[in-house]
């Protein structure tokens, strides 16, 4: 295993000792690595767990990709690491003072937890005791606020990692058992790239006259994962499709998405592949494979690269009907991660990297923000705007940027808004009067957004609002399963509704502030709450569009309004028959998807059809036979 790690880890030997050195007293309290993805970052903190475990110190790693980013849920996992039961920082606190070596937190692809960025900074920091450190890895350089806030020049320390010098790649090709000149070529071409200097490896080992022309350096990864899997058996190369669909790989969802052969097989082959790790909850492909080999199934076979996922959906909405809260942040990642749409997927994980942060206002920030109302609204609204501020001051955020405050934004629960507000604000007044003709059950949270303004540009698109929302997305984690509806209002819908109406927002009639007409909108995540809401975006993107035919919940057709029950084989044969609507599934795969088997009986097929023919009604015309090859369900 030391051989291992070392052939993993040539050419940062610097970095290692840097890190290693500075978990002594007086090195830096914090540490942030950050580089592309593939740059080696996971497998440096291995390394350090390793050097700092043989020295007396203890590494508490934690994988940010596997826990829903709120701070109750990070505490819960750094818990079970620790092995204590941890609800608050008071507890952490206690927890650590009371080990006999001290620790070091470590979290790993920490561009997840951009939502609660400024909770770890201005809040965990603070508990840890003074032996303690926390080493943060990801793909974004830290946001300033990071090292504007160090209490020391030495609190704050940033290592980036780029790629490796010429000498190193070429020696970590000879470790993987490349001879000299296939090394230096390779090394060459991979340009010091850690994750392409592997796939080489691989490549070259596995096809000795590998040859790629120095011409196409800038776009070797992206060949050499092509050879790499074109190198691989038929099934693995399905499976690995497969997989690069799913945010991470299970039994089941490997059961739904391929039919060719048992899951169980399927899931061995994944795990052997070197580029795989077995994860918490699953198998887990490295993300920067992962993403070229899910381009070239999409480019390639856009067909089935759609089929994966909508079998992927039909999973996933089947195992939400029975997941704890513990387990919903698992689901949601996965129901995000099937969804493409740019403005969700940066809503929730930005490609960006977002250098404003977000945080609760204090008394401080109170010229600036009236300052930037002032400047950006009528008179009339920027006095209500200072009646909130005034009243319910618990409800704005304040964004930074390195120029000092940004932007602001004003959230909270429609119960929560003081009386006085309620009175005086027409929005407040237009959103409670739609709320009573659209009640909501009791016990669901009405979230309000009254406002949110940038110092430059106003309601207009920018980096302080994008910020502003992804930290909106952190309450919308902390409220679920019981968060209903979000109201806020626009005075210039134009440049936002087309995006607002297809994820679901819908406006009202527009309300009078001072003279000035500003636009209300409500979101109703419905009974599922945000990830109902999530689900059902998924849905519409995939072109799943016959949820009114089936209620899978309810294990019922509707047809016409009228609810028909199946069975369970029927259920299962009318999802599949959906999820590849308007294509052929192979009697094959119906015994593989439905039965869970590859031998056929008698004519278990025909009757579970005809079965269902009959129940389909006035809808049975859409359900073909397709000779010698399988049915078909058209779509209505």
Not at 20 to 39: D, K, N
Not at 620 to 636: D, I, K, P, S
Request: net charge neutral.
């Amino acid at each position: 295993m030391d051989e291992g790690r070392a052939y993993r880890l040539v050419g940062r030997e610097r970095e290692l000792e840097r890190l290693a050195s500075g978990l002594g007293a007086g090195g830096p309290v914090v540490t942030f690595v950050h580089g592309a993805p593939g740059v080696g970052k996971s497998a440096l903190l291995a390394a350090l767990a390793a050097r700092a475990s043989a020295g007396g110190v203890d590494v508490a790693r934690i994988e940010c990709r596997d826990v829903e980013p709120t701070p109750r849920a990070f505490l819960a996992a750094l818990g079970r690491v620790l092995g204590s039961e941890l609800d608050d920082l008071g507890r952490l606190s206690a927890a650590l003072a009371c080990r006999e070596r001290p620790v070091v937190i470590a979290l790993d692809t920490y561009e997840r937890f951009r939502l609660i960025d400024r909770w770890l900074r201005e809040e965990l920091v603070s508990t840890l005791p003074t032996d303690g450190k926390l080493v943060l890895a990801g793909r974004d350089a830290p946001l300033p606020a990071w090292p504007l806030s160090a209490p020391s020049p030495t609190f704050f320390a940033q290592l980036p990692l780029g790629r490796l010098a010429d000498a190193d790649a070429v020696a970590f090709l000879r470790g993987a058992g490349l001879a000299d000149g296939a090394a230096e070529r390779l090394g060459r071409l991979a340009r010091g790239h850690p994750l392409t200097l592997r796939l080489a490896a691989a490549a070259a080992l596995a096809r000795p006259e590998l040859d790629i022309d120095e011409q196409a350096a800038p776009a070797v990864f992206e060949a050499l994962t092509r050879l790499y899997v074109a190198d691989l058996p038929a099934p693995t190369r399905r499976a690995l499709d497969a997989a690069s669909v799913v945010r991470r790989v299970t039994l089941p969802l490997l059961a739904a998405m391929l039919t060719d052969e048992p899951a169980e097989r399927a899931f061995e082959r994944l795990s052997s592949l070197p580029f795989v790790e077995v994860a918490r909850d699953g198998l887990v492909l490295h993300e920067a494979l992962q993403e070229a080999i899910a381009r070239r199934l999409r480019a390639t076979d856009p067909e089935r690269y759609r089929c994966h996922r909508t079998l992927a959906w039909r999973q996933l909405r089947r195992e939400a009907r029975a997941i704890t809260r513990d387990e919903l942040w698992r689901y949601t990642a996965d129901m995000l991660y099937l969804i493409e749409h740019p403005v969700v997927r940066e809503a929730f994980f930005p490609a960006s990297s977002q250098r404003v942060s977000v945080a609760p206002a204090t008394q401080a920030d109170t010229a600036d923000m009236l300052a930037i109302a002032r400047a950006h609204e009528p008179a009339p609204e920027a006095e209500l705007l200072e009646s909130w501020l005034e009243l319910a001051q618990d409800a704005w955020r304040v964004a930074r940027g390195e120029a000092g405050v940004s932007g602001f934004a004003i959230l909270t629960t429609i119960t929560d808004i003081p009386a006085t507000i309620r009175q005086a604000d027409p929005a407040v007044r237009a959103w409670r009067e739609h709320l009573r003709a659209n009640p909501v059950a009791p016990g669901e949270i009405v979230l309000v957004l009254r406002r949110w303004l940038d110092r430059d540009s106003g309601e207009a698109p920018s980096p302080t609002q994008a910020a502003l929302w992804l930290d909106i997305k952190r309450t919308y984690m902390e409220l679920r399963p019981a968060l209903r509806r979000l109201y806020m209002v626009l005075r210039n819908p134009t440049p936002y509704l087309p995006v607002m109406v297809e994820l679901g927002f819908v406006p009202f009639d527009p309300v009078d502030v001072g003279g000035t007409t500003f636009q209300p909108v409500w979101l109703d995540f419905g009974p599922g709450s945000v990830d109902g809401w999530l689900a059902g975006l998924a849905a519409r993107e995939l072109g799943v569009n016959d949820t009114r035919l089936l209620d899978p919940e309810a294990r019922e057709l509707v047809i016409d309004g009228r609810r028909v029950p199946l069975t369970r084989i029927e259920l299962a044969l009318a999802e599949l028959l959906l999820a590849r609507a308007g294509a052929v599934a192979s009697r094959h795969e119906i015994l593989r998807t439905v039965w869970r088997t590859d031998h056929e009986g008698s004519n278990v097929i025909e009757a579970a059809i005809g079965s269902l023919r009959r129940k389909l009604g006035p809808e049975a015309h859409r359900l073909e036979t397709v000779r010698g090859v399988g049915y078909r369900l058209r779509a209505g």
